[in-house]
């Protein structure tokens, strides 16, 4: 029986994990994975504020688990496998046990779809990125490529086309799907080179990523590849029990409280996430100091 159970130990899920321990909370953190989340597979990490020093994600997401031990908080590398409600309690069941708490926060996040070219997993975090925002600058006055068609994909164009010498904006169809307004953005950027009909084929380079082959094997140099062909939200434990936006986003108030009693969604699984580390620590604060309360 525990007071907070929080599933997941990404920067949202350990920094719950911070605060509702410290707060003085019996706390749990349930991961099936190694803590760290998905930024643990970033190479370079230069804009989380106080960390002046370039560092891997690996190397950011170092302490936070110990952090999370000293005020005593829990870590079990255990997947949530079902939540019930029973006697007013929430049990969670995993493969190996079942845990009892008063509230859930949950922070199982979310995961970019692959593309499914070859080398895409090989070159992550070395010139193959997810994220524009995080990863743009390293970019400036080079040639990228943009994978996708839908609005994340022309957005993302979009703003690596301030950054970047040139962007070559990907497309498997003949249209886009994104917005008509941000369509014609697109087209009126100079530095925005569009391909239709095609796919990349394989991503090349040694250490780093240095070029695409696309499906007519056409060759083009690129020094970074920005991949945008969905997201797959990681609610699977929640979906039938809370409100979801049409995308299956989870639906939360400032407090990071869902439509259901007792249950908290925080960092990439919840709706209007900027997904980035510093918003999803923010996320695990406010949902463990409203949980504690």
């Known amino acids: 029986m525990y007071d907070i159970i929080i599933i997941g130990a990404g920067p949202a899920g350990l920094s719950s994990g911070i605060y509702a321990s410290r707060l003085g909370a019996k706390t749990l953190i349930l991961e099936k994975l190694t803590p760290g989340g998905q930024i643990t597979l970033s190479s370079e990490i230069e804009n989380y504020p106080g960390i002046c020093d370039v560092k891997s994600g690996l190397e950011l997401m170092a302490c936070w ?4 031990k000293k005020f005593g908080c829990e870590i079990v590398n255990e997947e949530a496998n079902k ?27 979310a995961n970019p779809k692959k593309a499914g070219f070859e080398g895409e997993i090989e070159y992550t975090g070395k010139g193959i990125s997810y994220c524009a925002v995080c990863d743009g600058f390293f970019y400036r006055n080079k040639d990228v490529a943009v994978i996708g068609g ?3 994909a022309l957005e993302e164009a979009l703003y ?6 040139k962007v070559y904006l990907i497309h498997r169809r003949d249209k886009f799907r ?12 100079k530095n925005i080179e569009i391909i239709y009909n095609e796919n990349v084929k394989k991503v090349f380079g040694n250490e780093f990523v240095e070029g695409i082959i696309l499906s007519s094997d056409k060759k083009i140099k690129v020094d970074g ?3 945008f ?6 609610n699977e434990l929640v979906k039938d029990l809370v409100e979801l936006n049409k995308w299956g986003e989870v639906k939360v108030d400032l407090n990071m409280q869902t439509s259901a009693k007792g ?8 709706e209007n996430s900027v997904k980035q580390i510093v918003a999803a620590a923010g996320d695990g604060a406010i949902a463990a100091i409203n949980a504690c309360k």
Do not use: C
Not at 91 to 98: A, F, L
């Open 65 to 68: 688990p110990k952090q999370a």
């Open 83 to 109: 939540l019930t409600m029973e006697n007013e309690k929430w049990k969670i069941i995993t493969h190996k046990n079942s845990y009892e708490a008063k509230a859930l926060i949950i922070a199982t996040g």
């Open 150 to 152: 839908g609005d994340t």
């Open 160 to 165: 690596l086309s301030k950054i970047a010498k």
């Open 178 to 189: 994104a917005a008509p307004i941000t369509q014609e953005k697109v087209f009126n950027t």
């Open 225 to 227: 590849v920005f991949v």
């Open 229 to 234: 062909v969905g997201m797959k939200i990681n």
């Open 263 to 270: 249950i908290y969604a925080i960092g990439d699984i919840r």
